[in-house]
């Protein structure tokens, strides 16, 4: 089956079961070209609360299906790769924030949202990559254990004057970034501006224009002059720029980066999952309602 029918029977399908399609800036062209919502994984999860179709087919990795199911628990959550994981999220586990906790009974826990729920439910708020020095500023706590990312986490660290320790893990597509990548890609396009996510390492950061999350990247080219933009992120978010700026330039900074994961949904998988309404994600819940509390205080603090 070409493209084009797998597409027309995927609108089909989801208009007949009032179904929608969220896909991660991340997710393969075919797919960001057929979501009705594109974002980042809160974003897409905030959006899931304010509509009122009851069937979501989720496009990215399982912890961001989570986050959806956790803020709309009532709805029916699906998946077209189950096998879709995070190799940072698996980086800690609940077992390891019960022992943080046990540790560390001083210290207020800061999860990224790039985290499993059972993780979550055991923190005592949560932040995202584009308002992390901001939550941590705001926890009246000054001592701090941030997770799973060390490479945000330092980034926090060096704008606050928070005590913050910090856990060993990484995401194994932005750690990947080298100075020498930015370096070649300003050799090559010197009068780019450089964007890069803060899960990349702390020597690239220093070197960079702009640390920005992947919305604030689409908010900021949006919003710039500048007619050429080095991407320091997951390739996916490349071809989302070209899309919504076509007539500004965006470049590979060095090489690409390619989260495997988010590369195994495929618009077969989409068609299938929304035509057997599998796989479905479930949680506990009282894993639903701790992992709410964590999120919801980085809405209300």
């Known amino acids: 089956m070409n493209i084009e029918k797998l597409r027309d029977k995927i609108i089909k399908l989801k208009n007949e079961k009032n179904a929608v399609i969220m896909a991660h800036n991340y997710q393969i062209p075919e797919i960001q070209n057929i979501a009705d919502y594109l974002g980042g994984s809160l ?7 304010e509509i009122d179709n009851n069937l979501i087919i989720f496009c990215g990795v399982r912890f961001m299906a989570e986050s959806i199911k956790i803020l709309s628990p009532d709805k029916k959550i699906l998946v077209p790769e189950i ?11 609940e077992e390891d924030m019960k022992n943080i906790r046990r540790n560390y009974p ?11 729920a059972a993780v979550k439910a055991h923190a005592d708020i949560c932040c995202t990559s584009a308002n992390a020095v901001d939550i941590v500023n705001k926890v009246e706590n000054n001592k701090i254990y941030f997770v799973p990312d060390k490479n945000l986490g330092s980034w926090v660290k060096k704008n606050t004057e928070k005590d913050i320790k910090i856990w060993n893990g990484y995401c194994n597509v932005h750690n990947q970034i080298r100075l020498a990548d930015l370096e070649e890609g300003l050799k090559n396009h010197p009068d780019a501006v450089t964007l890069v996510h803060p899960e990349a390492p702390m020597k690239v950061l220093d ?17 710039s002059n500048s007619k050429e933009f080095l991407i ?5 978010l490349i071809y989302r720029l ?9 470049y590979k900074m060095g090489r690409y980066f390619v989260c495997r994961n988010m ?3 495929t618009l077969m998988k989409v068609y299938k999952s929304l035509e057997n309404e599998k796989t479905e994600i479930t949680l506990p819940d009282e894993i639903i309602e701790g992992s709410f509390k964590a999120i919801n205080r980085m809405f209300t603090i």
Do not use: H, W
Request: glycine residues 6%.
């Open 83 to 93: 096998r879709a994981g995070c190799p940072m999220a698996d980086m800690i586990t």
């Open 106 to 116: 001083d210290r207020s826990i800061v999860a990224y949202v790039n985290t499993n």
């Open 232 to 236: 320091g992120t997951e390739k996916g």
């Open 263 to 265: 590369k195994k949904n």
């Open 207 to 223: 070197k960079a224009d702009k640390i920005l999350s992947t919305g604030q990247m689409v908010n900021f080219v949006k919003e």
């Open 242 to 250: 070209k899309t919504l700026y076509p007539e500004k330039n965006f």
């Open 43 to 49: 974003q897409l999860a905030k959006k899931s609360r």
